[in-house]
């Protein structure tokens, strides 16, 4: 069997940026149900933090190459994969391996991608604003005039959810880095300082949020839950990443996930929880996937680029995600677009 020769992002083991490095090895020829994408572009965002830390629910163990999407040219095809000629662009939700110039997918799970968009901003659609997209219109089924709250608003899931309210008609209020709370500001959102809690007040003041989408987990879960709305409203959970985010000690989510959905057990209370992710094989990802590209390719949404890392910068990127000044996605550019 054939091989080509790659270079990837690699976390060798658990712990700090200094786990992570450039290496050069070997990638074996697709399998028959497999293409082989060359990868010009890969997302960056705290699912890489989470997995650098072993933290990520159910994520393989270390060694691994993160990279959770990617869009890339069609280098090989599979024997029993006829549908992407050499040469298409195409995108993915890869889960591992996105920060590699080669890397080797299932045929099933590709995306074509509109040759005449930006494809900075078409790769922060595949994970960051897909997830957005289901929370928005699925889970919290979002109208006009409803109160909002986002926790996050400048990250790139927040700044989507935050462009996809406003496009809906909500009122839209939100917590994030007061550097940050004049870019928001401009977005149409009313940001506040997570850590001083005066959101909590300033939002049961005016009658509290109809829907709360929370990334943080733990102990935000109950503050979320308290700033509903009296009459009813529901809190989204996701990511959970708090924790990994800010260095402080890992702790599984999931006893307090369990706590959140079991505040569905009162029937006869108006307020609701839920915990929402995505995945590749959800029916309901390629469709939104498509929707937002349709959106994007028309220029009903534009997704703001925070930083953009070479694939040999990915150990800095490490180092200083979350930090400083900038609203939306943290993009890697893997290779050039040549054949």
């Known amino acids: ?38 990868v010009l572009y890969s997302g960056f965002g705290g699912s890489d933090i989470a997995m650098r830390l072993g933290g990520y629910p159910n994520q393989k163990p270390a060694p691994l190459t993160t990279g959770y999407s990617c869009i890339g040219l069609i280098a090989q095809n599979g024997a029993k994969n006829p549908n992407f000629p050499i040469g298409t662009l195409v995108g993915c939700l890869c889960v591992y391996e996105g920060q590699s110039t080669y890397i080797n997918l299932p045929e099933k799970h590709l995306i074509p991608i509109p040759s005449d968009i930006d494809l900075q901003q078409a790769v922060a659609l595949i994970l960051d604003w897909t997830t957005a997209y289901g929370m928005v219109y699925r889970s919290g089924k ?13 990250g790139s899931v927040g700044y989507a959810l935050l462009t996809l309210c406003k496009r809906l008609g909500a009122e839209v209020y939100g917590t994030a880095s007061e550097y940050n709370h004049a870019a928001v500001r401009t977005a149409g959102a009313h940001p506040f300082v997570y850590t001083n809690k005066d959101w909590i ?7 509290g949020a109809h829907v709360v989408f929370d990334p943080l987990g733990f102990e935000s879960y109950d503050e979320s839950w308290d700033i ?3 009459g009813g409203g529901k809190v989204i959970g996701y990511g959970g990443n708090y924790n990994a985010l800010n260095g402080g000690k ?21 307020k609701s929880t839920a915990f929402f992710y995505v995945d590749r094989d959800q029916r309901t990802f390629q469709p939104e996937l498509k929707a937002l590209l349709e959106m994007l ?21 490490h180092c200083m995600f979350n930090k400083g000044p900038g609203v939306g996605a943290v993009v890697i ?3 050039d677009d040549d054949m």
């Open 1 to 38: 069997m054939s091989t080509t020769t790659i270079r990837k992002s690699y976390i060798e083991s658990f712990g700090d940026p200094s786990h992570v490095s450039i290496i050069t090895t070997e990638l074996p020829s697709p399998a028959a149900s497999e293409v082989q994408l060359k």
């Open 142 to 154: 979002v109208t006009k005039g409803q109160r909002v709250f986002i926790h996050g608003l400048s």
């Open 201 to 207: 007040m300033a939002m049961n003041a005016i009658g």
């Open 228 to 230: 509903l709305a009296r």
């Open 250 to 270: 890992m702790r599984s989510p999931w006893p307090y996930v369990a706590k959140l959905l079991a505040k569905n057990a009162n029937v006869f209370c108006p």
């Open 297 to 317: 390719r028309k220029g009903e949404i534009e997704v703001p680029i925070r930083k953009l890392w070479t694939l040999d910068e990915v150990p800095e990127a």
């Open 333 to 335: 550019r893997v290779a």
